[in-house]
């Protein structure tokens, strides 16, 4: 279970490090006068998708999690088979609001 956690941060960290890139000093200028950074569509758009995919990922399965535990209500005898889902939606929705401020950063420069 850490190392899913670790592998999430990891994934958090690079794409904080790829949106916050440092800008480019112009060769030969005076003081530290930066070069206009080119938008970058492509990134912003990735973001976008990535944050809906992880949305709608985590709340299939928070409604495979509802769903499972709703067995056990009824009657079914719910013996805990889908405890494991309710932290991957968890994630998933971490995952979806990381992408989300990401594409938000990415859309106001």
């Known amino acids: 279970m850490i190392f899913?956690?670790?592998m999430l941060l990891l994934?958090?960290?690079g794409l904080v490090y790829w949106i916050k890139q440092p800008r480019r000093i112009q060769p030969g200028s005076q003081g530290a006068s930066y070069a206009p950074v080119r938008a970058r569509r492509?990134?912003?758009i990735a973001?976008?998708?990535a944050a809906a995919i992880s949305a709608v990922a985590a709340l299939m399965?928070?409604?495979?999690w509802m769903g499972g535990v709703a067995g056990g209500v009824t009657g079914g005898?719910?013996?805990g088979e889908a405890?494991?889902?309710?932290?991957?939606?968890?994630?998933l929705l971490a995952?979806?609001?990381a992408c989300a401020v990401g594409a938000f950063i990415k859309r106001r420069g």
């Not at 399965?61 to 495979?64: D, G, R, S, Y």
């Not at 405890?83 to 994630?91: A, H, N, Q, T």
């Open 4 to 6: 899913k956690i670790l």
């Open 11 to 13: 994934v958090v960290a």
């Open 42 to 44: 492509p990134v912003f």
């Open 47 to 49: 973001l976008c998708i």
């Open 61 to 64: 399965t928070a409604l495979l």
């Open 77 to 79: 005898g719910y013996h």
């Open 83 to 91: 405890d494991y889902l309710l932290p991957v939606s968890g994630s």
């Open 95 to 97: 995952l979806a609001v």
